[in-house]
């Protein structure tokens, strides 16, 4: 019964903006840091950023001031905005929840980059 059901992906041109909103449901949303991951085709998953239980955000360099992740805790749901988007962003984004060894993947959302 735990889901993380992501949404919002879809094609942008360069420069253009998406935004993603991951739904949680079936364990304690408030209590697990959030993280969005994407994986290229032929590379390896990265972490994109992350937020903790509390607030705390974290991004990877390649998508510093230009991504933001947020949480709203009363509709269990992370999101991230991302703007000034490059060609280089277009991957697969996965939502994770984190806690202890409570852990937990969506199953992705793909998101093109191009024009």
């Known amino acids: 019964q735990v889901q993380l059901v992501e949404s919002g992906g879809g094609l942008a041109q360069p420069g253009g903006s998406l935004r993603l909103s991951c739904a949680a449901s079936?364990?304690?949303?408030?209590?697990?840091?959030m993280s969005w991951y994407r994986q290229a085709p032929g590379k390896e998953r990265e972490l994109v950023a992350g937020?903790?239980?509390?607030?705390?955000?974290s991004y990877a360099d390649s998508v510093k001031a230009r991504f933001t992740i947020s949480r709203d805790n009363t509709k269990n749901t992370v999101y991230l905005q991302m703007n000034s988007l490059k060609a280089e962003d277009t991957a697969v984004y996965y939502c994770?929840?984190?806690?202890?060894?409570?852990?937990?993947w969506g199953q992705g959302t793909q998101v093109t980059v191009s024009s």
């Open positions: 994770y929840a984190a806690r202890g060894f409570s852990n937990f």
């Open positions: 079936g364990f304690t949303f408030r209590i697990h840091s």
């Open positions: 937020i903790t239980s509390t607030g705390t955000t």
